[in-house]
């Protein structure tokens, strides 16, 4: 079964410093990754999607993330924290199979001080 | 093209009572899932439509049950509410494929349902 784990619930940084969350995946198959961010009362926005191809994958507001299958892992990255990046981060995982359906991480809170 | 509408956008029920939340997707999405938010369980699925069939279930009970019409709007439903049935309920339409795959999920505001 696809599972997502999301490392570290509440992640701090300054602004115009690194943002790094973490994220890595279980998938039997190989996965489809996704990454969404979700601002205070509103819905998920997507910021990128691994689906095939190349590893590093390039997403809106600046944000990217590498695939690397070895570790499991899909981390998203920012090289330059802005104080409009501070929002709650999911990373999710689609299971194959004629389905839309995605398996989300218990989300990452982040904080841009000034 | 206006994005997936969601409505009421807060609601407040007491125990026992049953709710109906309402999804409009994307114009030309026939893909409908339909997702729980709470601070203690995080994002889990509830349901999946596609072209008016459920395609897809989740670990609920019963009370839980959703449809979607010709027009691909779609309607969940909660049964004798529960207190622990607070949340933030989450729509997202896809676009037209079947099969699933990489097709980008695109999520409405969200219902902010309170049990009192």
């Known amino acids: 079964a696809q599972s997502v784990t999301q490392l570290g619930s509440h992640v701090s940084v300054s602004e115009g410093a690194l943002v790094l969350l973490r994220c890595n995946y279980s998938?039997?198959?190989?996965?489809?990754l996704f990454w969404y961010v979700q601002y205070p009362n509103q819905g998920l926005q997507l910021l990128l999607k691994y689906t095939t191809g190349a590893t590093l994958v390039k997403g809106i507001n600046g944000f990217e993330a590498e695939f690397k299958k070895s570790e499991t892992s899909f981390h998203l990255t920012k090289p330059s924290a802005h104080m409009s990046d501070a929002a709650e981060y999911f990373c999710a995982v689609r299971p194959g199979g004629a389905t839309n359906k995605l398996i989300f991480g218990t989300g990452t809170l982040l904080a841009v001080q000034p | 093209k206006a994005g997936v509408t969601q409505t009421p956008r807060y609601l407040i029920k007491t125990r026992g009572q049953q709710v109906t939340l309402s999804c409009s997707p994307i114009s030309g999405h026939r893909s409908v899932s339909w997702y729980q938010q709470t601070p203690g369980q995080g994002l889990q699925f509830l349901f999946e439509?596609?072209?008016?069939?459920?395609?897809n279930k989740g670990n609920f009970p019963g009370r839980f049950s959703g449809r979607q019409f010709s027009n691909s709007r779609s309607e969940m439903n909660v049964s004798t509410l529960e207190l622990g049935d607070s949340a933030l309920y989450l729509c997202?339409?896809?676009?037209?494929?079947?099969?699933?795959?990489?097709?980008?999920?695109?999520f409405g505001p969200g219902t902010r349902l309170t049990v009192l």
């Open positions: 439509y596609f072209s008016e069939t459920q395609r």
């Open positions: 997202a339409s896809t676009d037209k494929k079947a099969s699933g795959g990489a097709d980008t999920q695109y």
């Open positions: 998938s039997s198959v190989p996965p489809y």
